[in-house]
Each structure stands twice: as structure tokens, then as C-alpha cells.
């Protein structure tokens, strides 16, 4: 039976039914917990979420969210704060539709991870052999005129193939405009990369064309990588990504508003709007609404709470969830595994979003260390996670059997919410000693 999660910012009801499903939640698993020797979270610590995000909303820094934290496959923290849209006033519900932005990726991840496990795809194969364009791939490298002042890109053979692999995990050279360097900027925004109408086929080979930011391998750069591999799904399964993710993901987990298009007045009603403030996300928002025909499987889906709680528990599940296996125990721990750490050859710089203590494995962001920041970020080693622009961010945490969620619309102040939000949560499960 589906689970369904219910919240309402404001109303009494919300309230009482967050009271209530807090203490049953408490109550029922209490013993559980302490037997498995996994803490559960403290109610008076769980009630600082409230006040933070109460905070955000009535200081006007946020519309509005919705926050999960699920223990043991039951919510021990649910609620929505604000309103999904300030000039309708709409309350935020679990059942509002955010634009989940990179948030994307895992899911784009696990659909091409279905596809190695079904042996129809290889971590080995190169991106040219579903995409022919990229056999005609150059690495840009930042080089100076004979004038001694001229910058330009020197284009040069890529010491070996961009592969599955490479997409998977953000070491293809593919980047994204603004993180490539100045050359590499002004070569993609020179490409007309994002003019008029494209599809994946289209973009994939727009994107193709242009000069990878390092060899292969070399380096972890965000980037375009995700999308490149969602075309790639496009070609082995014959069908769209859409099509594709709603038959092996969305519909057998019950993600029934998780899609790339919003085809309902009443699905168009449930969605969330950032402030008119948020500009940056406004305009990302305008041009992806604008690209109906791009299923971005970088960025573009949509999504709400109650869809993807039920993703993350599959993850948290080990590729598993109601008696379905997703992923086979392999491609699981493929998935989750850190492929960028020592011996990879794979280095990192300042636009490592995995961030301190953390690896990364295909579409996941994976905790190896507790890292250099002293004290060290909160947190569990072996913890998933990744998070997007739009502010939407989720975790999943094996050693207290665990997943988190955040959804809102903010770019403007998701760098200083989100690791607030993750200390909030870590702090509700700490032992005070």
C-alpha cells in the first residue's frame, strides 16, 4: 500500500496531525531503536527545524517548504512552511511540486545504472559509440598567442575516450558554461549551446562539438555530463528519458507528479515559485519552462515531497523498496561507492560541490572521511546526499537507517540554509554526552 505523506502550512490540522504523527512515530519505534542501538531523534531538538524555518518564512528570506526526515521507513519529522507561491498564498503541502534542479541527477543515475544491470549498457563503453559526434571530441587547453598576450584554446586530442563512466561521475571534461575557465565560458556561450528549439539529440550533439575542459578522467567537474547521459538512455532503450524513467522509476514507485512537463491546471497550481527577489532561479526557471520539448536529465524534472521520500528510501533500501528491486546489489554499491578518491587519478579544485570529506560515486555525493574542517561536518560516514540550485537538497543515512528532505525554491540563500538545515538534522540524533 502507499505510503502518502500529508502537510499544512498554518492550519490546526497541520498541527495536530504533526503532533500526532510525531508521537506515534516516538512511541511505536522508541523500542526498535534502541534495540538495533540506532538513536532516534529528540522531539525538543526535531521542534528547532520548526523554529528555523518559521524563521526563514517570517523574515521573508523564503516562500516556503517542505521538510522530511524518515526513520526506519516512517516519518519521524514531517512538515510544510509558507505559502508554494507568494501572489496566490497557496499553503505548501507534501503534495506541492518543486523544481528539483540537480536534484535531477541521482535519478538520471539510477535509470542508466537499470540499464548497465540489464546488460544493455557498460561503465567501459565510450559516449561515442551511442553518439558519434563525440569521436570528433577536442580537449581545450588555455594557451597564448605568439603575442605573448593573447589568450586562446589550444584544441587537442583527448588521451582516451570519454566513457559511461566518465558521465556517471562528473570526469568526462563536459562542464558546465560558468565553471570551465574564462576560454572555456566563452566558448560555450559563443556556440549558440541553448538557441532556439533542442531535444537531448539535438543538445548531445551541440554539446559534442564543443572542447572538453580537461582530459578525460582527470578531473571532477560539474557539468552537462548527466544530460549527455541521458540521451545515451534516449538511444539504448529506444524510448525518451520521460518514457523511459516513468516506466522502470516513477510509476512502479508511485511518483505520479514527478515528470519534465507539467501537462495539468491542477498540477500547474500545486507548483512552487521562488521569490520575485531570487532572480538568478527565476530566470533558470523561465528558460527551463521555456524548453518544454528538453528533458533535461541534468536539471529538468519536477517533483514533491511525498515522490521523492520514495525514492530516497529505495536508496536507502539498497536498491530495493515494496518488495521491487530497482538495482541489483552490484549496481548498488557501484553506484554508492567513491570512484573519485585516492588512486583514481582523478583530482579535485575549488568547484568541488561534493564538498569536505566527501566522495562521489554515479549521481551520489558519498561520505568517505570526516574531513579537514575542524570540527568536522556533521554527519555519518557511508551518507549519501546531493542537492541543486533551486535549494532542494536530500541525504540518506544508513548508519541511523535514515533519509532527509528538503524542498524550496531559493538559490539566493540555499548556500547558507542547507548546511543549517543538515546541522538541525544531525543535532536532533546526536547523544548528548
Known sequence: MR????????????????????????????AANQAASIPAPSPDKLERITEFFNNEVATGKLPGAAILIQQHGKPVYLKCFGVQDVETKTPVSSDTIFALHSMTKPITSVAAMMLIDAGKLSLTDPAAKFIPAFSDVRVGVASVAADGTTPFLKLVPPDRPVTIEDLLRHTSGITYDYIGGKLIDKAYKDSGLFDGRYDNKRFAERIARLPLARQPGTLWRYGHSTDVL??????????????????????????????????????????????????????????RRTHPEWESGGGGLVSTLNDYARFAQMILNGGEFDGKRYLS?????????????PGSGVARDYFYF??????????????????????PPPGSIGELKWDSGSGTYFGVDPSLNMIYIMLEQTQNERSRITPAFKKLVYDAFATDK
Open 3 to 30: 505510503q502518502i505523506l500529508h502537510c499544512t502550512a498554518g492550519s490546526r490540522a497541520g498541527q495536530l496531525l504533526a503532533a500526532a504523527l510525531s508521537l506515534a512515530i516516538w512511541t511505536n519505534t522508541a
Open 230 to 287: 541521458g540521451r545515451i538512455i534516449e538511444i539504448v532503450s529506444g524510448q525518451t528519458l520521460y518514457q523511459f524513467e516513468k516506466q522502470h522509476i516513477f510509476d512502479p514507485l508511485g511518483m505520479a507528479s514527478t515528470k519534465y512537463v507539467l501537462e495539468t491546471a491542477d498540477e500547474r497550481a500545486r507548483m512552487a515559485e521562488p521569490l520575485p527577489s531570487d532572480t538568478i532561479l527565476l530566470d533558470a526557471e523561465r528558460e
Open 329 to 341: 546489489p552490484a549496481a548498488f554499491k557501484a553506484m554508492t561507492s567513491d570512484h573519485i578518491g
Open 354 to 375: 561534493p564538498g569536505d570529506g566527501f566522495g562521489y560515486g554515479y549521481g551520489l555525493a558519498v561520505r568517505t572521511d570526516p574531513g579537514n574542517a575542524k570540527p
